[in-house]
């Protein structure tokens, strides 16, 4: 660091890192935000957090965590030591020494990049910005948005970037529900506006995460985040086609993939479902695609990868009318039940749930609808365009004999799939929650449908009456 920079405020922001009495600030209590938060004091920071949600800065306050991956305890123990509060009022920013902003990035109903709760947060910041402070952008968005939109708002002080303020990018990779990798050790990619930008986040994060990757600008560290998602949405893409492809040539994808995944280079699985939610995968790409064609570039992967990944709940739709019309019943009249509705297994999080979709479109094709849970007690109408609100049913043998179609849209490991299989003669499995146990009342996504083992005479019959028919094509053909 040193031999980076002779800048005073530069120096005495890193001897403050390096003597843990920093003084930090999160804004954006959420998903993101409160890891961080909890990180950054562990770390050694002395740590601010600050949300417009008094019920979040409520929480904090009384030592209680609203988000699954970090433990009441945690908070409470922080609290009390005085190594963590939150705040709704925003001019705690001033006498703070860097802080990090992770607030939501949705896209416009027109796909469109929504940038206003970066854009207000920024300003907040600017309100209070003073000489040897760092800001870093941490809310996943398009290249060059720490140059062109949050250094402007913030030099509109009079200050300047790289020489009285500190500025950088480090995208947040949080995987919510998942045990094995947390902010601390899950290596951390930053780009500073400036040499010393880059070394001073690198020191903050150090302090907390095992590992700091920089890169040489902040474009860089935006574009790392946006090939990371854009890897996963392009991959979900091509195999929820290849699951549609597998369908219609009666393959069982789930067989497929895991088989393929057992070479040991050049594949890593990746598996097909009802379709992409949470607040990254859905989103991420587009801010991309966006960028891309405000640049005269037009992001085909992305585009495809959408379309092919927006169509999953209807194509799961379609296999519950096909699984119903195997039972002789209409979907119109139907009473089905949709099994876990949060975007994905053992999460409570609901945003862009594909789960929402294909609710809203089983309801438009004259279905009676019901879901159950355990992480979702309760479901806003107007989340999936209903006028009605709904609870999450119990999952017993009483609810499920009670239905007409079984639908798992999310596989939580709290569902009982044997009472599932035991309790519904009528069951799509979107996940292939219910592996390869055999039932007839299965349909599996990508699958097709269910066959007992043949003995071997029935195998020799069938492949002689294939044949049969195969010579009968060609001498028509002929
Ligand atoms: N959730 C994830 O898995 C994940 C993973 C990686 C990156 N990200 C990115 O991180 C960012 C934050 O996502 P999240 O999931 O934590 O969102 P979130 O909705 O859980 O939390 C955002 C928080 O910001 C607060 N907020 C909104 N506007 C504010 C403002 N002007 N001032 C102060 N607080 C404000 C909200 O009240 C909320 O508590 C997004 O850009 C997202 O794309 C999310």
Redesign the pocket.
């Known amino acids: 660091m040193k031999a980076v920079t002779s800048n005073p405020l530069a120096q005495d922001l890193l001897r403050r890192i390096d003597g843990s009495t920093v003084r930090s600030g999160v ?7 409160l890891p961080l938060a909890v990180a950054l004091a562990r770390g050694g920071a002395t740590v601010v957090g ?4 008094t019920r ?1 800065v409520d929480a904090i306050a009384r030592g209680v965590s609203y988000i699954s991956d970090v433990e009441s305890e945690e908070v409470a123990e922080l609290v009390v030591a005085g190594r963590l509060r939150a705040t709704s009022d925003f001019s705690a920013l001033a006498s703070l020494d860097t802080v990090n902003i ?4 949705p896209l416009r109903k027109t796909k469109d990049p929504d940038v206003s ?1 970066m854009v ?2 920024v300003e ?1 910041v600017a309100d209070h910005l003073h000489p040897g402070m760092l800001v870093i952008l ?3 968005t398009y290249p060059g948005t720490t140059e062109e939109l949050v250094q402007p708002l913030l030099e509109a002080t009079g200050l300047v970037a790289g020489r009285d303020f500190f500025l950088a990018f480090s995208p ?5 529900g998942n045990p094995e990798f947390n902010t601390t050790n899950v290596p951390k990619v930053v780009g500073g506006l400036t040499e010393t930008c880059a070394a001073l986040a690198a020191a903050l994060y150090e302090r907390s995460i095992d590992r700091v990757v920089t890169v040489k600008s902040t474009k860089a560290a935006e574009m790392v985040k946006l090939l990371e998602n854009t890897f996963r949405a392009v991959n979900i893409g091509l195999v929820n086609e290849i699951a549609m492809m597998c369908d219609t040539l009666g393959i069982d994808v789930w067989e497929v993939v895991e088989a393929a995944a057992t070479k040991p280079f050049g594949f890593m699985p990746f598996y097909p479902g009802p379709g992409l939610g ?3 995968i859905p989103i ?1 790409p587009f801010y991309l695609s966006w960028k891309a064609k405000q640049n005269g570039f037009e992001a085909r992967f992305i585009e495809l990868a959408g379309q092919v990944n927006g169509h999953m709940p209807q194509y799961v739709v379609s296999k519950v009318a096909d699984a119903l019309n195997g039972k002789r019943k209409a979907l119109n009249g139907a009473r089905v039940l949709v099994l876990g509705v949060a975007y994905k297994r053992d999460v409570d999080d609901l945003r862009e749930s594909p789960a929402l979709d294909v609710m809203k479109t089983l309801k438009e094709k004259g279905a009676d609808v019901a879901y159950s849970d355990p992480h979702v007690p309760a479901l806003d109408g107007s989340l999936w365009d209903s006028p009605h609100s709904l609870h999450s049913l119990e999952l017993d043998a009483r609810t499920l004999d009670q239905f007409d179609c079984t639908v798992i849209v999310t596989d939580h490991q709290a569902f009982d799939y044997e009472l599932i299989l035991a309790h519904s003669d009528c069951v799509v499995d979107a996940r292939n929650a219910l592996g390869h146990r055999y039932a007839p009342s299965v349909v599996r996504l990508g699958a097709p449908l269910p066959r007992p083992m043949q003995s071997p005479v029935e195998r020799k019959a069938s492949q002689l009456s294939a044949t049969q028919s195969q010579v009968g094509d060609i001498q028509r053909v002929a």
Do not use: F, N, W
């Open positions: 804004i954006g209590l959420g998903y993101v935000g600050l949300d417009i949600d979040k992770c607030v939501p990035t709760y207000a947060a907040r941490e809310s996943t947040e990779r949080v995987d919510p949470g607040h990254c991420d």
